[in-house]
């Protein structure tokens, strides 16, 4: 499975006895607001100082210390400006309603620096951004990293982004998607072959730094991009980063069956997981790939506290302080949906706008408490300001342990990517309360398998993408004159 150095890989239950590890990562936004509108402001939180590198860096040593395998840190290209609309960002300002958002790339050397084994996992956007710049960036900061950056493959979704980025809409989705394939070749060729393994020397005695016949262009001649190459950043720790993915679309999944190393994933139930985890797996399989390879992570939010009580009392209270027009942005921007022309007592579970009436009654299904109760705009808002539309789990350490349990145990997911409410506050409490509970239960690592280890290491246990990955075809091997995608081509050095 590994090639050029690897470890066991995370959440390996291979013997019958043995139960599997839970990846943990902390999800988080470069905002004063992530999945929590209004709650900038709670005594506790601090992440209107999110634009002051300490803040981050602290955040990082608190999760490495803990065990954390990775900060995952999400972004968007364009303010949710549907609700009460059009193109109006208004609603979202007061709640700090992922709004305003800085670069998260810029984040993550000072924070490598700061740790040891903290993988750090970044949003960014294909559709918007050439890939021999994205190339170029990615690159960079996998070399001050060390090998310890992931990316997050996105194709963006909001009309104000493209509206940003001189187009009148949004391109079409699935062609959103057939230009990311491309994209994606066109990484691979500039990571993988254009330098070869053995290229770069550094012999200070004969004064080479890279061998004169160890770079090449790339030649890409493709529908959407044209690239001759070479790279411009000698090959770093990973080559290709890490790969997440996010989407949940038919042809995201297939995406992400083909490319993704790791699966960014919803869902309210683990059964409705468990069809998404399964289809994945099924696409990577039709792919040539081994399922295994790729971790699926599914976005949970957990408030615990010492009893089931104190954490329910805790939401109760996270409640006073959130904002509802920003909750209702966010839900606009997310579905595409302006509920501000409804009343304000209409139950959606029987509205006329099939999408929100999809989306409540699965709530309705699966929020304790709700099934015979009316989902007004009050009470989407009101389940949103306190993680948005990710499931969650509130109680105990026991209680949160057994339902992390079963959420693993009928989905299939590897792991999670747990939002906070508060920061400080949700990351301390889960490492206070949880992590000694899933500890006990053997389902969270004790400490790093191996010091320094790079993202793909950390996660399949592989230094470079594995042969069945088909970034790997465009790898140019030490030895070879040229790599084979460039002989196939037709194409000589």
């Known amino acids: 499975m590994a090639d050029n150095g690897s470890s066991a890989p995370v959440g390996d239950a291979s013997s019958p006895s043995k139960k599997k590890e839970f990846i943990l990562n902390a999800f988080v936004m470069n905002a004063p607001g992530h999945l929590a509108p209004g709650l900038w402001r709670h005594p506790r939180n601090k992440t209107d100082q999110y634009k002051k590198l300490s803040f981050w860096t602290d955040l990082a040593k608190l999760l490495d210390d803990a065990g954390f395998h990775a900060m995952f840190i999400a972004d968007t290209l364009g303010p949710y400006d549907v609700y009460?609309?059009?193109?109006?960002?208004?609603?979202?300002?007061?709640?700090?309603?992922?709004?305003?958002?800085?670069?998260?790339?810029?984040?993550?050397?000072?924070?490598?620096?700061?740790?040891?084994?903290?993988?750090?996992?970044?949003?960014?956007?294909?559709?918007?951004?050439?890939p021999y710049s994205l190339a170029r960036r990615l690159s960079t900061v996998d070399h001050l990293s060390e090998g310890r950056v992931a990316w997050n493959i996105v194709t963006s979704y909001l009309d104000s982004a493209a509206r940003n980025h001189g187009l009148k809409e949004q391109i079409p989705h699935d062609e959103r998607y057939a230009i990311a394939h491309e994209y994606m070749e066109v990484l691979y060729k500039l990571w993988e072959g254009s330098f070869r393994d053995d290229a770069v020397l550094a012999d200070r005695e004969h004064g080479i730094y890279i061998a004169s016949d160890g770079v090449l262009q790339i030649h890409h001649q493709g529908k959407y991009f044209q690239v001759p190459g070479p790279h411009f950043v000698e090959p770093s720790p990973q080559r290709t980063p890490f790969l997440f993915q996010a989407g949940v679309s038919e042809a995201g999944n297939g995406f992400g069956g083909k490319h993704g190393e790791a699966i960014f994933i919803g869902g309210q139930t683990p059964e409705v997981a468990r069809v998404t985890v399964d289809n994945i797996r099924n696409?990577?399989?039709?792919?040539g790939?081994?399922?295994?390879?790729?971790?699926?992570?599914l976005g949970i939010n957990v408030i615990v506290a010492a009893t089931d009580e104190e954490a329910k009392a805790k939401r109760e209270e996270y409640l006073t302080y959130a904002d509802t027009e920003g909750a209702l942005a966010l839900f606009g921007g997310w579905t595409g949906v302006d509920l501000s022309g409804y009343s304000d007592d209409e139950d959606f579970k029987v509205s006329d706008s099939p999408r929100v009436q999809s989306i409540v009654r699965r709530w309705s299904a699966t929020v304790p408490g709700t099934d015979n109760l009316p989902w007004t705009k009050k009470r989407i808002a009101e389940y949103i300001s306190v993680g948005g539309l990710q499931a969650k789990v509130i109680g105990s350490p026991s209680t949160v342990a057994d339902e992390l349990e079963r959420w693993v145990d009928i989905s299939g997911v590897d792991g999670f990517n747990l939002a906070h409410i508060t920061n400080p506050g949700t990351f301390e409490d889960i490492i206070e309360y949880l992590l000694p509970e899933l500890r006990k239960r053997g389902r969270f690592r004790s400490k790093a398998d191996k010091e320094g280890a790079t993202a793909r290491e950390v996660f399949i246990g592989s230094r470079r993408l594995p042969e069945d990955h088909p970034g790997s075809q465009y790898k140019w091997r030490a030895g070879e004159k040229i790599p084979n995608y460039l002989r196939e081509a037709g194409i000589q050095a």
């Not at 309603?97 to 993988?119: G, W």
């Open 283 to 287: 696409v990577a399989k039709q792919e």
């Open 84 to 130: 009460n609309g059009p193109a109006n960002v208004v609603p979202v300002l007061a709640a700090g309603a992922q709004y305003p958002v800085n670069d998260p790339l810029y984040l993550v050397p000072a924070m490598a620096a700061a740790t040891k084994n903290l993988i750090f996992g970044v949003t960014a956007s294909l559709t918007y951004e050439k």
């Open 289 to 297: 790939r081994d399922p295994s390879h790729i971790k699926v992570i």
